[in-house]
């Protein structure tokens, strides 16, 4: 096995003009030169302050033992000659973002967040970035493809922000295997086929325990619209152009949409899908209970919940993804465009250099120094390719604090041999940039301005929340599909109009000639 090599110190970027009080010579009162290395100024190493919210630290959200993050510290103070220094966020996606909005409006250091550069660079919290990646940020700009820096980049050229991915499949369908064969059932290769495999997983007993409390498919709102619509709408779940006025509509006016609602709610009722889908529930927790025929949520819910549970299912138990299903009108499975989320630099930043040049570092030598930044010293390469990694240990004792490069460019460029991990990484270097097995939104490309549309559609909030709300009554049975119209009206009168203009109007504006 070959051991990991630690890094040179010249590969990292030293900016020490930039941001340190470098030595020099001086004169006395008389102009005579005297001894530098007596009169120069301390070196000042610059400190950054990191609110480290991007998900690095869910392995171990208590953080590090605090003589390993020392360790690590001291190890960017000396090849980087910049201290970093992090910001551990409360638990709970709310509580995390209450903090975050303290810590902006407050006095208290923060230089450098995760979030929607468009929510921050409208309320003047951030900095655009292009000079300090042309000087400090080469390696980032190099690791990213043109699609991923569209989405970062606002109609007058700057950049305000890191990507953290691209357009990807996160919704694909995965089926326990081990079940197929044990109902001599084939992979289904139509939405019909698919129907009938639930049919048979929720009569036929599959799990082997007697009673008739299998789960055919684990979902969520998310997952029944971007795995399943595009199998009854020309795009899926995307906004669409009506040919017949040209105007940018809503999914809920698009052909199909109404008998998509009626097929969900009719899987519902017949117990097809999980009854707490569209309720809190825990997918590891439903999945231990060795039910759930089929997943159509998030893609991680399967890679790397399953992996955990597998050990005490039976032996044979498997999820795969399902390929090429088609539905009345194609691809079931709608991709996810790029979106603004993106690594930030405040505008209170003292050192936004150190910043750039820090985070630049993690990008250099991929995927090490990213890898170095995850997990400390307790990863190991296995065998001569720079690909596959393991873990030393399983006991984490440097969390990732000083994580900042958890990102697509580089968590395709490695995998863990881990059984525990090697599902997500496949899936992340196989699957999730395959895009020609899913349907891309119309608008795909279009960053539309929030603000200009909360300012021009005063009721944006309550469509919003009729979208999603009377979805999952419909499909939960709480309002008959008998009054899907009605329901096209409510949305009208909540104003719709004004919906439609807004969003055609920026679309005109935005869309590449």
């Known amino acids: 096995m070959m051991k990991r090599k630690v890094v040179s110190a010249s590969t990292a970027i030293v900016v020490l003009s930039a941001f340190t009080l470098a030595a020099c010579s001086n004169t006395d009162s008389k102009g005579a030169a005297t001894d530098a290395s007596k009169t120069s100024e301390p070196k000042v190493i610059p400190k950054i302050h990191i609110y480290q919210n991007t998900g690095a630290l869910n392995a171990k959200p208590e953080g590090s033992v605090p003589e390993k993050l020392e360790e690590m510290k001291k190890m960017y103070i000396d090849k980087l000659g910049i201290e970093p220094s992090t910001i551990v966020p409360p638990q709970g996606a709310d509580a995390a973002k209450e903090k975050l909005n303290l810590l902006l409006g407050s006095k208290d250091e923060l230089d450098t967040f995760q979030g929607n550069w468009d929510d921050y660079a409208s309320k003047g919290a951030i900095i655009p970035l292009n000079d300090l990646l042309d000087k400090y940020g080469q390696d980032i700009k190099k690791a990213w493809p043109k699609e991923a820096w569209d989405y970062m980049t606002d109609k007058d050229g700057k950049i305000w922000g890191i990507p953290r991915g691209m357009p990807a499949t996160h919704y694909p369908l995965w089926i326990r295997t081990d079940w197929l064969k044990k109902l001599n059932l084939q992979m289904p290769k139509t939405l019909d086929e698919l129907e009938a495999v639930l049919k048979a997983f929720k009569e036929k007993d ?12 684990m ?6 619209k971007n795995a399943l619509l595009g ?4 795009h899926g779940n995307s906004n669409w152009i009506d040919p017949a006025d040209q105007k940018v509509k809503p999914m809920e006016l698009a052909p199909g949409f109404k008998d998509f609602a009626a097929k969900m709610a009719d899987w519902y009722q017949k117990g097809y899908i999980y009854k707490e889908s569209f309720a809190k529930f825990d997918p590891l927790e439903l999945l231990k209970t060795n039910r759930v025929g089929t997943s159509s949520m998030w893609y991680s819910r399967i890679t790397l919940l399953f992996p955990q549970v597998k050990p005490n299912l039976p032996a044979d138990a498997n999820y795969e993804m399902i390929q090429g299903i088609q539905g009345p009108k194609g691809k079931l499975m709608t991709a996810t465009p790029g979106s603004t989320t993106a690594q930030l630099i405040t505008k209170k930043a003292k050192n936004p250099e150190a910043v750039m040049t820090f985070i630049n570092h993690q990008y250099q030598d991929i ?3 990213s890898l170095n930044a995850a997990f400390g010293t307790n990863w190991n390469y296995v065998g ?3 690909f596959d990694i393991e873990l030393k240990n399983k006991e984490i004792t440097y969390a990732g604090e000083y994580w900042l490069s958890l990102a697509t460019a580089i968590e395709t460029k490695y995998a863990f041999q881990d059984p525990i991990k090697k599902m997500h990484a496949e899936y992340l270097n196989k699957n999730l940039l395959k895009l020609e097995v899913a349907k891309m939104p119309v608008d795909a490309t279009i960053m539309y301005d929030k603000k200009a549309l909360q300012d021009n559609v005063p009721t944006l909030g309550d469509i919003d929340r009729l979208r999603n709300e009377e979805l999952v009554k419909f499909v939960t049975g709480a309002r008959p599909i008998a009054e899907f119209d009605k329901y096209i009206d409510q949305l009208n009168k909540a104003g719709l109009d004004k919906w439609i203009a807004e969003y055609t109007k920026q ?7």
């Not at 979902?219 to 029944?224: E, V, W």
């Not at 199998?231 to 020309?234: A, N, Q, V």
């Not at 679309?507 to 000639?513: G, M």
């Open 507 to 513: 679309y005109n504006e935005k869309k590449k000639k």
């Open 384 to 386: 001569n390719s720079k």
């Open 219 to 224: 979902t969520d709102l998310a997952g029944i």
């Open 231 to 234: 199998g009854f709408t020309e």
């Open 206 to 217: 599959p799990d082997g325990n007697g009673k008739d409390d299998t789960i055919p498919m």
């Open 367 to 369: 995927p090490t120094n």
